[in-house]
Nanobody
Framework: QVQLVESGGGLVQPGGSLRLSCAAS????????MGWYRQAPGRERELVGY???????NIADSLKGRFTISRDNAKDTVYLQMNSLKPEDTAVFYC??????????????WGQGTQVTVSS
C-alpha cells in the first residue's frame, strides 16, 4: 500500500514563510510527477505546481516568485516553500504523486491535506 503524509502546515502571520513536506511510503517502484494543490473555503481545488522526476518545475503564474517546489528523490519527498504569505493563501494544501508500484500499477495518490492559515 502507498500513502502520502504531509506536514508543516499551521498558522503564520502575513509576510511569513512556511515549508510543507510530503513523504511517500509503501510499495513504491518509481515516482513520476509530484505536486501540490490547495483548496480555499468555498473554492475549488487548484493546482499550486508540480515537479517532475528529473526536477523540472511548473508553478502557477499567480504564485511564481513566492512559492517554490523541490523534491528529494532519495527520500521520496516533495517540498513546498511558501514565502511572503498573504491571507488569501489560507487553504488546505494537498500533495499528489503519480506512483508506480512493484506490480507495475500506476496511479495518482493524494495526501490527507494540511491546513495553512495566514492571519495576524
Amino acid at each position: 500500500q502507498v500513502q502520502l503524509v504531509e506536514s508543516g502546515g499551521g498558522l503564520v502571520q502575513p509576510g511569513g514563510s512556511l515549508r510543507l513536506s510530503c513523504a511517500a511510503s509503501g510499495s513504491i517502484f518509481a515516482i513520476n510527477d509530484m505536486g501540490w494543490y490547495r483548496q480555499a473555503p468555498g473554492r475549488e481545488r487548484e493546482l499550486v505546481g508540480y515537479i517532475t522526476s528529473s526536477g523540472s518545475t511548473n508553478i502557477a503564474d499567480s504564485l511564481k516568485g513566492r512559492f517554490t517546489i523541490s523534491r528529494d528523490n532519495a527520500k521520496d519527498t516533495v517540498y513546498l516553500q511558501m514565502n511572503s504569505l498573504k491571507p488569501e493563501d489560507t487553504a488546505v494544501f494537498y500533495c499528489s504523486a503519480e506512483i508506480i508500484d512493484y506490480t507495475g500499477w500506476r496511479r495518482t495518490y493524494w495526501g490527507q491535506g494540511t491546513q495553512v492559515t495566514v492571519s495576524s
